[in-house]
Structures are given as structure tokens and as C-alpha cells.
């Protein structure tokens, strides 16, 4: 059983940064694609970043230019750059990982953007 455990989240004032750490218990070069997403109260949950193995990224029209996602096989770790945060950014963000139909998701860690 793959485990994945987020940190980094936090209280952060509009127009500051915040990179979230997404480490897994095992290599995560295995796995086809690994990608961040976010709910918020009212909202569905919506695909922020994705990774796919070959390098490819994608990124919600909301964050792009803002947010970079990259990784670190070394450290089994997949990393959400945020910067330039608006309020509208706020969310429990949550990291996934998906092999097939195999997909794991972790805890989330809560986002905060606020005066």
C-alpha cells in the first residue's frame, strides 16, 4: 500500500508563496502520473497540476503561470510551487498518485490565503 503524506500548507497573505512537499513511501517513478488537487467549501474537487512520467505537465487555467509542479525521484517526492496566491486559491490540496487503475491519495493539507 502506497502511502502519501503532504505538508506545507498554511496561513499565507494574497500575492505571497507557499510550496507543498508530496513525499510517497516508495519510488514514484513507477507510477504513470502524479498531480495535485483542491476542494473547497461548495466547489468540487478540480485537478491543479499533473505530472505525467515522461516529464509533461498540465495545469488548471486558474493557476498557470503561478503554480509549477516538479519532482524529485531521489527523495520520492513531488513538489506545488504556488506563487502570487489569491484568496480564490484557498483549499484542502490534496496529492495524487495513479498506476492504472491503481490511484492513492494522500491526507490533504489545508491552504489559506487571507489578509
Known amino acids: 500500500q502506497v502511502q502519501l503524506v503532504e505538508s506545507g500548507g498554511g496561513l499565507v497573505q494574497p500575492g505571497g508563496s507557499l510550496r507543498l512537499s508530496c513525499t510517497a513511501s516508495g519510488s514514484i517513478s513507477r507510477f504513470y502520473a502524479m498531480g495535485w488537487y483542491r476542494q473547497a467549501p461548495g466547489k468540487q474537487r478540480e485537478l491543479v497540476a499533473r505530472?505525467?512520467?515522461?516529464?509533461?505537465?498540465n495545469y488548471a487555467d486558474s493557476v498557470k503561470g503561478r503554480f509549477t509542479i516538479s519532482r524529485d525521484n531521489a527523495k520520492n517526492t513531488v513538489y506545488l510551487q504556488m506563487n502570487s496566491l489569491k484568496p480564490e486559491d484557498t483549499a484542502a490540496y490534496v496529492c495524487?498518485?495513479?498506476?492504472?487503475?491503481?490511484?492513492?491519495w494522500g491526507q490533504g493539507t489545508q491552504v489559506t490565503v487571507s489578509s
Open positions: 505530472i505525467i512520467s515522461g516529464g509533461t505537465t
Open positions: 495524487n498518485a495513479g498506476l492504472g487503475p491503481l490511484s492513492s
